[in-house]
């Protein structure tokens, strides 16, 4: 035997013991999103390389560090995408979309950054993406946020609170910047490499740090809610008024920046505490010059991205996940005969009993064995075609989940008699 393959560090496999609640997610998100006036877009998982540099910002950690790229065979750099919203802007921008469209799009699909993998972080991981363009708000940002709201009612998960802030816009972040420089420099011997490199790119990213050493330095640091442009506290003022009339409740942190540099004015973030370290479930913000950066007419944006294995072992600890439909029908040949017919009665009963589970039993054995499968199928009924029964032109149907004894039926009746037995069941 060879040598196994070894899957790849931070990307998992999703096994069919998982799936009901990933199945039950996509079901429930699918139907938010269409309740709210959402359009599926489906984008591609690689892009040039320069769309995030771009959009999500040199001096941000996704850039510098985690991105998956590579040389195609053709000399193009190319990324794996780390994040949709960079990618669903550039679809708007390719494909003619804007000239001063209003825009609700989601998507979803994997997202790739080569993080340090641990609990609720990995490197391939998913994401649902809800992008509203053309919007300036801020009462797209407060419906974005009942969305948000709602689908945690709607999961069942309790255990999520919701942190805002407003990132004023580009100018006002300037003349913060400009104040938050004096401030880092003024101490700049307590700054490690990161921040040091950072103070000259981003240095708000400096307050991102979790290097417990930068702390104290970081709590003390000017705040950038008080140094907002007046057009963006108005607009701050009025989100939060519009969740306070929602009866939704949140914290303004002020120290929330996020880790992409394409935000502007409000920004969110739903955190647990159920998760450990990695504790934002859902978040995003207004984007209002990514349009514009990426080559677009100057567009307003708002939307957020939901952490599906994030949300997903939410709902592992403890949300009603609805079970999988038990199959209707398992199908039992007994002897080559009976085999050889049981194809054509699968789809007999498949064509009589749609969208319900009909399993044929597959490889054989022996009857004892094939009842055994079907009982362990959780199909309500097993239809059994034995040799003698075929010869007489029928078959017998059994109840698996109910009392009641196996009965006859002549073939040609058995798919509309099992079809009502499966109806009254
Ligand atoms: P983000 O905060 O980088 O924002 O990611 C959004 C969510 O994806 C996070 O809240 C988290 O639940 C999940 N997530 C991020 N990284 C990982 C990881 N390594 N493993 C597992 N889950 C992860 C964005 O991506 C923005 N594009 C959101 C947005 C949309 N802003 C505006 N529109």
Sequence with gaps: ???????????????????????????????????????????????????????????????????????????????????????????VISNGLLRGARLKLWTQGPMFRHERPQKGRYRQFHQYSVEAVGFPGPDVDIELIALSARLWRALGIGRVRLEINSLGTTEARARYREVLVGYLQAHEAVLDADSRRRLGGNPLRVLDSKNPAMQALIAGAPVLTEHLDAESATHFAQVRAGLDALGIGYTVNPRLVRGLDYYSRTVFE??????????????????????????????????????????????AQGAAVPAAPAPAVYLIAAGEAAQRAAPRMAEALRDALPGRGVIQNLGGGNIGTQFRRADRSGALFAVVLGEAELERGVAAVKPLRSEGGQSECPLEELPARVAAFVQES
């Design 270 to 315: 739903w955190v647990t505490d159920a998760l450990g370290s990695q504790d934002a479930v859902c978040s995003g913000g207004r984007y209002d010059g990514l349009v514009p950066q990426l080559g677009g007419e100057p567009t307003p944006a708002v939307g957020f991205a939901l952490g599906v294995e994030r949300v997903v072992a939410l709902l």
């Design 1 to 91: 035997m060879s040598p196994s393959i070894q899957p790849i560090r931070g990307m998992n496999d999703v096994l069919p013991a998982e799936i009901g609640a990933w199945q039950h997610l996509d079901h429930v998100v699918r139907g938010l999103l269409a309740v709210y006036g959402y359009d599926e877009v489906r984008v591609p998982i690689v892009e040039h390389t320069e769309l995030y540099r771009r959009g999500i910002g040199e001096f941000t950690d996704i850039v510098e560090k985690e991105m998956y790229t590579f040389t195609d065979s053709g000399g193009d750099s190319l990324t794996l995408r780390p994040e949709a919203t960079a990618g669903v802007v550039r679809a």
